[in-house]
C-alpha cells in the first residue's frame, strides 16, 4: 500500500510539474511573440526561404503583394472559430515580381451541414492584391483518413508535399491574413485566436494534479495511521 501511494503520489505530481512547465514554454512565448510584433514588417524580398529562417520570421508582421491563385484553393475541415466549426481557407499567393508563391490563411467559413462537399464561394479578387497580416506556422494537424490528403477538402496541408503536388515554389511559411481597413469585404472570418493564449488552462490542470497528489496523500495518512489507532480498544 505504501509503494502505491508513493507511486501514484509521484506521478500526480510531475504531471502537475509538466504542466507549469507548458504555462512557463507559453509565457516565454507570449514574450518572445510581443517583442516580434514590435519588429518592422517584412515585405515579399525579406520572407524566409528556408524552414530555418522561417521559424524566427513567425508572428511578425507582414505586407504582401501578389495574384491569388483561387483555383489551388484548400478547404481545411474541421476548424473551429468563435466556437463553430467550419473550414480554414487557403490560397496560395503568387508573390508579385517573382515566380515564388506563399500560402495565405485567408480566413474561416462556416460548413454546410447537409452537404459537406457544398462548398462556399469565395470571391478572389483578379489581378493584383495586397494581403497584410502575420507569419503563421501551418494549422495544426488533424487525424487523417485514407483519401483526405487530396481534393479541395482536406484535413491537413503541408506545405512541402503541396508544393510538389502544384508544382508552386512555395516558401516555407504561411501568412495569416488580417482585417484592415484596406482588406476588402467577403465572407471571411479572420477572429483568429492570439497564439499562446490558453495559460490560465495550464495552470489549473497543474492544480488538478497537486490536488490529487496531496489527497492520495491525506487518505493513505488516515486509513494507514490516524483512522486504525482510533479504533483500537481503550484499556
Do not use: C
Request: hydrophobic residues 45%; glycine residues 6%.
Amino acid at each position: 500500500m505504501l509503494l502505491a501511494a508513493l507511486t501514484s503520489i509521484a506521478l500526480t505530481a510531475r504531471l502537475g510539474f509538466w504542466q507549469l512547465d507548458r504555462a512557463a514554454q507559453k509565457v516565454a512565448m507570449q514574450t518572445a511573440l510581443a517583442s516580434r510584433a514590435q519588429l518592422p514588417v517584412l515585405y515579399a524580398e525579406g520572407l524566409a526561404r528556408t524552414p530555418a529562417a522561417a521559424d524566427g520570421q513567425q508572428y511578425r508582421r507582414v505586407d504582401v503583394a501578389g495574384r491569388w491563385l483561387p483555383e489551388r484553393t484548400v478547404f481545411l475541415d474541421n476548424r473551429q472559430m468563435d466556437g463553430r466549426v467550419g473550414f480554414f481557407v487557403v490560397t496560395p499567393l503568387l508573390i508579385e515580381g517573382s515566380a515564388d508563391a506563399v500560402l495565405v490563411q485567408r480566413g474561416w467559413v462556416p460548413r454546410h451541414f447537409d452537404d459537406r462537399t457544398a462548398l462556399p464561394a469565395i470571391p478572389s479578387a483578379l489581378g493584383r492584391v495586397e494581403v497584410v497580416g502575420s507569419v503563421a506556422p501551418p494549422p495544426s494537424r488533424l487525424y487523417q483518413f485514407e483519401g483526405a490528403a487530396s481534393g479541395p477538402i482536406r484535413q491537413n496541408l503541408d506545405v512541402v508535399v503541396f508544393a510538389r503536388e502544384t508544382g508552386l515554389a512555395l516558401l516555407p511559411l504561411s501568412i495569416q491574413q488580417h482585417d484592415t481597413p484596406g482588406t476588402p469585404r467577403d465572407i471571411l472570418l479572420r477572429d483568429w485566436p492570439p497564439p499562446a493564449s490558453d495559460v490560465q488552462k495550464h495552470y489549473g490542470y497543474a492544480f488538478q494534479w497537486f490536488a490529487i497528489a496531496i489527497g492520495i496523500a491525506a487518505l493513505h495518512v488516515w486509513y494507514r495511521h490516524i483512522r486504525p489507532r482510533r479504533q483500537r480498544p481503550v484499556a
